[in-house]
């Protein structure tokens, strides 16, 4: 009989909590009738959509947005109030297995003034004249259209042959031996490659053809084709698959790749900005199968403006009672369904604004956390290189005048920006900005697309994981020929299967590095296993 009273006593206790939690809370939204916002929960299991709907409606809050194999979902309510009824014993929420409550927070995009050196067209006129000779001005795309099949998928064996204009200028895919591969006709052909990034704009001449227009789309509150003025995601794209041989920009180390763009970017006061909720959906999309309606891609390039990293001290990334946003646990949840789904993700390790220098993550843990801290991912750092040229530069004094000395450079410099420390995996070419703006500076930076079809030229530390996504799409390709896997099935349209594991790939990547000369200690925490190197890695 006592037992079954303190039973009862105290399911009463319960429900008077309850009540009283609702009341505060209804009192709230009452009288003081404050703005809402929207709030990412994490949660186990697989709960029903209708169930989380129901519980969200009686919370006071609306559901924005619904996984339930990512276990994420977005919901609206007034500012503070889900934090408050999520620590009451809400009916319905541990039955759902809610265990993680932040705020959606918004990234901004960091601002890198200061005279760094920023993406911008080539002024030397021999590059310019070459680039009009051959270059397509049509920049008509029709949305939602599936991209024309017919793109070079072809080896080359001989690279001076090549009548993309920049090629000349293009250290980086002969620094990691990519020709190597192209040579035995392994380029990436019918991989998927999503890039989550901040917006895209219009697309480049050199990249219409090899996006997949039917499932690219934005996530925020501008299509992923918004003409932004920086569009980061048209830079990353080119360094991957940009399209070979057909007289216009770059070549792509991945060049026969489709691309899958995914814009997670909200435009904002003319700042481009991030809800961590879009971060997630655009991760999530791009890793679902295209029969479950998401975009089926093989691998992903995830960047975003706030460089991988959270930073613990940033007020406008807490919650309301001050405490740091849980918004790596919610990023990881996705990264986490993308990699069950088969699927690989690649992320730089972050960087800092010119003229600062990069972060050791291993030893500011207490102030920042990465996404590189995720074993699912493949974390990538940045080299730069030193010694490329050894002639005079023409152009403005901005091009070297003489063949480049790939195998004479020096590659053992850390990217003055880059972040590093133990979480880094491996590293691959960035632009390197010391000289800049200096003599041949030019020569030591990275060509890439860029907006209104121009070509691009940047020493930002971000193009460095671009070139070890590219290499994971050549291996997957070589992959599947070692498989015996017929083209037919790797380039269906309709394929729901990926080919080769997350960790299959990553581990042949990080054992196909090269490790520069100099001290190893040092080495390691700047590059991990080492530089990227294509022919190691393909076993070539």
């Known amino acids: ?23 505060t809370a209804a009192r709230q939204l009452k009288q003081d009738a404050p703005s809402s916002a929207a709030y990412v929960l994490g949660f186990g299991g697989s709960p029903a959509r209708g169930a989380f709907v129901s519980a969200i409606a009686r919370a006071g809050c609306a559901l924005e947005d619904f996984t339930a194999e990512a276990g994420i979902a977005t919901s609206v309510c007034p500012i503070g109030h889900l934090h408050k009824v999520s620590s009451c014993p809400s009916p319905g929420f541990p039955e759902l297995g809610v265990n ?15 005279g760094k050196p920023k993406p911008h067209d080539s002024d030397s006129s021999d590059d310019r004249a070459a680039a009009a000779a051959g270059a397509s001005t049509d920049s008509s795309v029709v949305a939602g ?14 690279t001076s042959a090549l009548n993309d204009p920049f090629w000349r200028r293009q250290w980086a895919p002969k620094a990691i031996g990519a020709p190597a591969a192209w040579a035995k006709g392994i380029n990436g052909r019918c991989v998927r490659v999503g890039l989550v990034d901040f917006v ?70 003319g700042l481009n900005t991030m809800r961590l909720s879009k971060i997630a959906q655009g991760i999530i999309y791009a890793a679902k199968r295209k029969d479950e309606g998401g975009a089926g891609v093989d691998l992903i390039h995830a960047n975003f403006p706030t460089d991988n990293i959270i930073d613990r001290t940033n007020e406008a990334q807490m919650t ?5 946003s849980n918004a790596v646990a919610v990023l990881n ?15 730089p390790v972050g960087h800092v604004p010119y003229p600062t220098s990069g972060i050791d993550l291993t030893y500011q843990k207490a102030n920042f956390t990465a996404l590189c801290e995720n074993a699912n991912v493949l974390c990538v750092g940045a080299y730069g290189a030193t010694g490329i040229c050894k002639g005079t530069c023409v152009g403005n004094n901005y091009f070297c005048n003489v063949p480049k000395d790939i195998a004479g450079a020096n590659y053992s410099q850390l990217h003055p920006q880059s972040n590093y420390g133990r979480s880094v ?28 079809n121009i070509r691009i030229v940047t020493g930002v530390p971000f193009t460095a994981a671009p070139h070890a996504a590219a290499l994971a799409a050549l291996y997957i390709q070589k992959a599947a020929m070692d498989k015996g896997i017929l083209e037919s099935e790797l380039c269906n ?48």
């Open 1 to 23: 009989m006592a037992t079954m009273a303190t039973r009862r006593l105290a399911a009463a206790l319960t429900l008077l909590l309850v009540a009283a939690c609702y009341t």
């Open 100 to 114: 993680l409550v932040t705020k959606d927070v918004v990234f901004t995009t960091p601002g890198d003034d200061n």
């Open 145 to 158: 259209s599936t991209p024309p099949p017919k793109f070079f998928t072809g080896p080359i064996t001989d």
């Open 200 to 269: 895209f704009g219009p697309p480049h001449n050199d990249l219409k053809n090899k996006y997949d227009f039917s499932v690219s789309k934005g996530f925020g509150n501008v299509d992923w084709t918004y003409n932004s003025p920086d569009p980061a995601g048209t830079y990353t794209a080119g360094i991957v698959g940009a399209e070979a041989n057909n007289s216009d920009s770059v070549v792509g180390v991945a060049y026969g790749s489709t691309l899958i763009g995914a814009s997670v970017s909200d435009e904002i006061s």
């Open 320 to 324: 309301e009672s001050g405490a740091f």
């Open 333 to 347: 949840k996705a990264i986490s369904f993308a990699n069950r789904n088969g699927v690989l993700v690649v992320v």
């Open 425 to 452: 995996d491996v590293a691959g070419p960035a632009g390197n900005p010391l000289n800049y703006p200096a003599p041949c500076w030019g020569t030591n930076a990275i060509f890439s697309t860029g907006r209104y």
């Open 493 to 540: 349209p309709a394929r729901t299967r990926t080919i080769v594991s997350p960790g299959q790939i990553k581990t042949a990547i990080k054992r196909g590095a090269v490790m520069p000369p100099g001290n190893a200690g040092e080495m390691r925490k700047y590059f991990g296993s080492g530089l990227i190197n294509v022919p190691n890695t393909l076993g070539l």
